[in-house]
């Protein structure tokens, strides 16, 4: 049976409130303006199916079902040609299951992953019986992180397992080491076999880490670019010179600027700070590049999927015209004018702008779509 999942719905539309946040899902310099069209073909991936790892699941369902590969179109059929032989491996092992499969939003497809994330796939889930985290037991952490994330992740017991999230647990654990110093830090995930226990089975996640060498910051620098030239802009780091080294000090910084360049037509702005390490000393040095690029102007503006009506009433809401600055924030801020304007707070939207270096100009794309039309679910 097809169907939509309200909780998917809520956390869609919740979604459309944050993609202000998700800088990266701007496609700049595309040269197709088109529409987004969902993928014919996907990956598909296993969520909690502990009794293999991915790729020996994907191996006996290639030698069980004639043709299969390492993508499947995204249709009833064929999900269900996967889903019953997994039904089948399941029940050889004594397991009588229901499964689920989901299939990536359009949001999911297009938007910057985060570091470490999985690419968007097909998910194949087992429903029933549940499959629970029973225990999580991380080893070698140093004592300066070792309660705080022992208290994090301890909160992971109880809940159903996901491999899928496996990730999520390694970018916790470094981000916090790396708050610590720990720069090169590495996690290893496994979770060992599954036990039966009453009407579902558990599974302990165990994580094994190596956190290096702790570094210190030995210089932080930063050159604020054309806008902020010469400018000191020492009273806006977050760390000063003996601290303890982060992953990204210059992270806040980095988003106030992107802010104010985009605010000012540079839409191709970048930031550089990759730190230099002295693994001697455990000393890393920083300094932010500022690369901001031409200042562009907008020359079109084409709104998708809407009515007369609800053109206009975006290009109010954007309050950019042909021929100002084309001012990026101003399209972020629209996703948030969205939600409040009742004849679009159903609607979401990508945009794509196409900037042509020679002139200096953009032409603007805002492709709008339903919110509920987006992933599907399906159980059998």
């Known amino acids: 049976m097809r169907m939509k999942s309200e909780m998917q719905v809520c956390f869609k539309r919740v979604m459309v409130l944050f993609m202000s946040l998700l800088l990266a899902h701007i496609c700049i310099g595309q040269t197709n303006s088109q529409p987004f069209t969902y993928p014919s073909h996907l990956q598909y991936t296993f969520s909690n199916f502990v009794w293999w790892s991915n790729d020996d699941l994907r191996a006996l369902l290639k030698k069980r079902i004639p043709g299969l590969g390492d993508e499947i179109a995204p249709t009833l059929t064929e999900e269900s040609k996967v889903r ?4 089948v491996l399941l029940k050889e092992r004594g397991v009588v299951a229901e499964i689920q499969s989901e299939e990536p939003s359009n949001f999911a497809l297009t938007a910057e992953r985060a570091p470490g994330a999985p690419d968007p796939a097909i998910v194949f889930r087992i429903l029933s019986p549940q499959i629970v985290v029973s225990k999580v037991v ?17 909160r992971w017991e109880g809940h159903p397992y996901a491999g899928s999230q496996d990730w999520q647990v390694r970018n916790g654990i470094q981000n916090e080491l790396a708050s610590k110093g720990y720069l090169e830090s590495e996690v290893d995930i496994i979770h060992d076999e599954p036990i039966k226990d009453g009407d579902h089975y558990s599974v302990n996640l ?3 880490v190596k956190a290096g060498s702790q570094y210190h910051i030995a210089s932080l620098t930063a050159d604020g670019g054309p806008l902020l030239m010469g400018r000191d802009l020492c009273p806006h780091f977050t760390e000063k010179v003996g601290d303890l080294a982060e992953r990204d000090p210059f992270e806040r910084l980095s988003g106030e600027l992107r802010g104010l360049y985009w605010q000012h037509g540079y ?3 970048k930031f550089n700070s990759v730190p230099t390490l002295d693994r001697d000393k455990s000393l890393v040095s920083y300094h932010l590049e500022v690369v901001s690029g031409p200042v562009y102007h907008l020359r079109n503006i084409t709104i998708t999927h809407l009515d007369p009506i609800q053109e206009e009433k975006v290009k109010q809401l954007l309050g950019l015209k042909s021929g100002d600055i084309f001012d990026q924030m ?11 304007e009742t004849s679009l707070s159903t609607y979401g939207f990508g945009f794509s702008p196409q900037l042509d270096r020679t002139s200096a100009t953009a032409d603007l794309t805002l492709n709008f779509y339903k919110t509920s039309d987006k992933s599907s679910v399906t159980t059998h």
């Open 330 to 340: 101003a399209v972020h801020q629209l996703y948030h004018k969205l939600a409040t």
């Open 138 to 154: 991380l080893s070698d952490l140093p004592d300066s992180v070792g309660d705080d994330l022992n208290d994090k992740f301890h």
């Open 84 to 87: 019953n032989e997994l039904k």
């Open 267 to 269: 839409a191709e702005v």
């Open 206 to 208: 165990l994580v094994s």
